[in-house]
């Protein structure tokens, strides 16, 4: 069943965040992961509109878990530590 994690970004510092997308990427492809969103114009219907918003798509939530664990990942997400602050959740599709 197809997974999806659903992540919102504030991006603290972004000259330093570029590190970090550019590192991300090979990451999510090597799971399976395709990118459905990723830091588009958001418009919040309720409560407030996160800073960036991305949405990844992987084959299941296992494939989701393996990406986020991978050594791979883990690098980028250090990345990402100094510079940005987030929630990153996986769903289950339907």
Not at 26 to 52: D, H, L, N, V, W
Request: overall charge positive; charged content about 20%.
């Amino acid at each position: 069943m197809t997974a999806y994690v659903i992540a919102e970004i504030d991006v603290h510092d972004p000259a330093a965040y570029q590190a970090y997308v550019a590192a991300a990427p090979a990451s999510i492809a090597q799971y399976g992961g395709t990118y459905r969103a990723r830091g588009g114009a958001a418009e919040a219907f309720e409560g407030a509109a996160p800073k960036r918003t991305v949405v990844l798509e992987f084959p299941n939530a296992d494939a989701a878990r393996r990406w986020y664990h991978s050594p791979e990942y883990t690098a980028a997400r250090k990345l990402r530590a100094g510079c940005a602050t987030g929630r990153l959740v996986v769903v289950e599709g339907l």
